[in-house]
């Protein structure tokens, strides 16, 4: 019994100081996108997908890609894990890590065209630009009502993984 019991506190204490919770099925990209609206920012997972790009500047970032262009998800080297190699592109990759939300709602996209609209007083006005920006918003808006209708979040949500550990597939 006693051996048992030092057994169950050395595995526990392993676990609890292991860091890290490692998610325990490794999801394609586009089973990651059809899953956010049951998932929540802070969840730990695992995401298999092409790396269809390292970020040039410093290796920080990368992006993975499902069946098509359409799914993609941005993947940020966290600050234990500092950079990506560069050789990683063009191959599958599983990236561990923590997923990250931003998100969009009605209040943030009222005060960016108000910004857009008081750029337009000044001499430097950018009309073209407010215009297309403001084409971005209407897209963002039908977006947060579809999702609405769908899950009943009024909010668009941009999704990222902080990662602190990867691997390429062989």
Partial sequence: MKKIFV???ASVLFAACSGRNEASD???VDELMQSFDFRNAGDTVAVKGFCMDVCGHGSTHITLMGSDSTHVIAAYAD????????SITYQDVTVY????????????LDDWEYRLDESLKGPNG?????AQLKGQI????DSIAARS???GKNYWSSWTISVY???ADE
């Fill in 79 to 86: 600050e234990s894990l500092g950079s990506f190699d560069k």
């Fill in 97 to 108: 890590g923590v997923l990250q939300e931003q998100r969009v709602d009605t209040a943030f």
């Fill in 26 to 28: 490794v999801l394609g």
């Fill in 138 to 141: 209407v897209e963002l808006r």
């Fill in 165 to 167: 550990s990867y691997k």
């Fill in 126 to 130: 950018n009309p073209e630009a407010v």
């Fill in 7 to 9: 057994f169950l506190f």
């Fill in 149 to 151: 209708a769908r899950v």
